[in-house]
């Protein structure tokens, strides 16, 4: 609650204030400071109770290298990742900020539907843990309140842009843009870069748009289910998801700087989106917390996050993209979620097309999700890993360049 104990000083003495900008980036750094702390410093203790309880990984014979090794090793290490992510949020964002409180939402909800999870599969010695219906159902009903609060809740807006016009004098008169509700979304590499979801009911008649959440909606839950599941299928292998995570999020950070600051979303040419920027605290106590996590689950990971991490991790990225309108660019920023799970269907449904046509079902991957086939052709993990990286570095900076390339 610092954030209020800054405002008040401010307020109550009269202080020079600093700019907008440069409170909200000291606080960014202050957030990733403190996570990456907590993540580091009780992280550990959060080991040492995982293994004290015996919530060890069981793992499955799936013919791997060095996968043996692995079995017992603490898991749910994703409560490192959200409590090292909360509490910095808690002490140096806005917490009434519509934003922060969706993605303080999101983690709880996702986090929840992960522990539950691991709990069963740790626990109740069911390896398949939580049936898929209801994870699947947890995740449209987060992908249903997010949808809702965006699109009805009045502190959700975009900022018109600036314009001139003539007076009936014939002189040059500045109009400011104003804040209004929109469903528009920035397309990348596309000259006119603004898509809204609303012109695809529009079409069929006048009026439409009030119904245009019929569509917004539905495109939100899709994206956190499809996320969140990519990134559960990504944590396969020691520190790719947490990694590949890192390296998304503080990408997004930068949308969330850039559509927050009028001046830079101005010369890119994308939405102004006001009180965006005060997701900058959120992502770098993420971001923190992701690479202190990541110290103690590199090869040879000391923890695994579960599906507590996982899934909290893919709900968290999927709404942020949204938030800052650059869903249409997961597919890319994310292409290591989505090269992980087109692998695994391409492998399931060639399986079953095999076996219905031939009788005998066959493979395209010698295993998936994808990082298995690598580790069946005797790559080591770490090398896997680190390529992964790589790949996802190159995805980033692909992502970045959007802003102008069109």
Not at 14 to 22: N, R, V
Not at 101 to 114: C, F, Q
Not at 142 to 160: D, M, N, Q, R, S
Not at 359 to 367: A, H, V
């Amino acid at each position: 609650m610092l954030y209020y104990l800054f405002e008040y000083l401010e307020n109550q003495y009269q202080l020079p204030g600093a700019s907008l900008f440069q409170f909200q980036t000291f606080r960014a750094g202050m957030a990733v400071l403190f996570s990456l702390l907590i993540a580091m410093v009780y992280g550990k203790r959060i080991i040492l109770f995982l293994q004290k309880k015996q919530i060890g990984e069981s793992i499955r014979d799936l013919g791997l290298e060095g996968q043996k090794q692995k079995a017992g090793t603490p898991t749910m290490g994703g409560l490192i990742i959200i409590i090292s992510t909360l509490l910095p949020v808690l002490l140096f964002a806005d917490i009434k900020n519509i934003y922060i409180i969706l993605l303080i939402v999101t983690t709880i909800w996702m986090g929840i539907i992960g522990f539950v999870d691991d709990y069963i599969k740790i626990f109740k010695k069911d390896k398949k843990g939580l049936k898929g219906r209801f994870k699947i159902l947890g995740q449209v009903v987060l992908g249903l309140i997010v949808g809702a609060v965006l699109y009805f809740h009045p502190e959700v807006t975009i900022k018109e842009k600036d314009t001139t016009r003539i007076t009936e004098n014939f002189k040059v008169e500045k109009v400011f843009g104003q804040d209004i509700k929109s469903l528009g979304t920035n397309v990348p590499f596309f000259k006119n870069n603004e898509l809204d979801y609303a012109d695809w009911i529009t079409w069929a008649g006048d009026g439409l748009e009030d119904y245009a959440w019929l569509i917004f909606i539905p495109v939100v839950i899709l994206i956190v289910t499809a996320v969140s599941n990519g990134a559960n299928l990504t944590d396969g292998i020691d520190g790719l998801a947490a990694g590949s995570s890192a390296i998304i999020v503080l990408t997004l950070g930068i949308f969330a700087l850039v559509s927050g600051n009028i001046q830079f979303s101005d010369y890119l040419d994308i939405f102004y989106i006001p009180r965006v920027g005060e997701l900058l605290i959120f992502i770098a106590a993420f971001v923190g917390a992701l690479v202190g996590f990541l110290w103690y689950n590199a090869y040879p990971a000391q923890v695994f996050m579960g599906d507590t991490g996982s899934l909290t991790i893919g709900g968290v990225i999927a709404v942020i993209a949204i938030i800052v309108r650059k869903e249409l660019l997961i597919p890319l920023l994310c292409g290591i979620f989505f090269a992980e799970t087109l692998s695994v269907m391409l492998q399931v449904s060639y399986f079953k097309r095999t076996k219905k046509k031939y009788g005998e079902g066959k493979r395209l991957f010698l295993m998936a999700p994808l990082h298995h086939h690598y580790q069946k052709k005797l790559y080591h993990e770490s090398k896997i890993v680190t390529r992964f990286w790589i790949i996802g570095i190159l995805l980033a900076i692909v992502s970045i360049v959007t802003l102008k390339v069109r």
